[in-house]
């Protein structure tokens, strides 16, 4: 062999050796390729090594993990015309990489696009105590709204959850006040029916007394055996006999354990008698 056609040889296998290394493209396991020969569209190719006519053949990667995109802070008006602003993430992934690649031109940029537009949306039909109290729900709703749309670009949207809510400060010290405001009516509430239920214990403890008249009296030695040792000053008349109506002001008394003073009306019975028998006498 001479020396040119050696030298031809050795050129066309060197042009040989770069086309092939040329050619070769790798694939990873998380990524689906799609190869187009002359601008069309010609077959999907898997993960490992694949091979490309350098020139007349090209091949497009596409990543088929979940994605997570912030969703830029954006103010939106409410149902009940409050300014909100609000921040969001979304979860998204390729599920059909020949629709992502060929339906639309930047799936990413769309698909954020996207979320936006319904995001205004759904909160501009939703009032502020629901987007405040319901976000979770807002968000799914947001979430299946956006699926439905993508699904032609071959997009699967995974999660839309709502990060942040912004309100302005003149909105927040009104929501601190309603706030303050429910404590003090649940604290109302809860006290009065208390007091409620205090009163009637202490009227059941008062009927119980006065129809046992072993344990009025019993409750009234124990009323001074706890006097015993302070310095109150309720009295206690053990040596006169009390008719109903006093038994039942004792008893109430008594269920009570309050300083309560039992009045003798005594006194002013003799004092009576002793002012009307001067005047039987004058005459």
């Known amino acids: 062999m001479d020396p040119a056609s050696f030298l031809g040889l050795a050129v066309a ?15 990873n396991q998380w990524e689906t390729a799609l190869k187009f020969t002359l ?3 010609s077959g999907r190719k898997g993960p490992g090594l ?19 995109r912030d969703l830029p802070q954006q103010a939106v008006i409410t149902a009940d015309n409050v300014t909100a602003w609000i921040d969001a993430v979304i979860y998204y992934k390729v599920v059909d990489a020949e629709k992502a690649t060929l339906n639309v031109q930047d799936y990413e940029h769309a698909v954020r696009d996207r979320a936006k537009v319904v995001l205004r949306d759904v909160v501009g039909e939703t009032s502020l105590d629901q987007l405040l109290a319901h976000r979770d729900e807002i968000a799914a709703k947001v979430r299946s709204a956006v699926e439905q749309f993508v699904a032609q670009w071959g997009l699967h949207v995974e999660l839309i959850a709502l990060q942040d809510i912004q309100l302005p400060q003149q909105m927040q010290e009104v929501i601190a006040k309603k706030a303050i405001a429910e404590r003090d009516r649940q604290y109302v509430v809860i006290k009065s029916q208390a007091d409620l239920e205090s009163a009637k214990n202490f009227a059941e403890a008062a009927r119980i007394l006065h129809q046992s008249p072993g344990a009025m009296e019993l409750r009234r030695l124990e009323a001074l055996q706890n006097l015993s040792g302070g310095t109150s000053k309720v009295i206690f008349d053990l040596a006169k006999p009390q008719g109903a109506s006093e038994t039942q002001a004792a008893a109430v008394a008594a269920a ?3 300083s309560v003073r039992v009045a003798d009306e005594q006194p002013e019975v003799e004092e009576a008698e002793g002012q009307a028998r ?6």
């Not at 296998?13 to 694939?27: P, S």
């Not at 001067?278 to 005459?283: L, Q």
Request: without cysteine.
């Open 256 to 258: 009570l354990g309050g």
């Open 50 to 68: 694949n091979f490309v006519l350098p020139g007349f053949q090209r091949m497009v990667r596409i990543d088929m993990r979940v994605r997570n």
């Open 278 to 283: 001067p005047r039987a006498m004058r005459r």
């Open 39 to 41: 601008g069309k569209f």
């Open 13 to 27: 296998a060197f042009g040989v050796a770069v086309v092939a290394f040329g050619g070769l493209r790798q694939v």
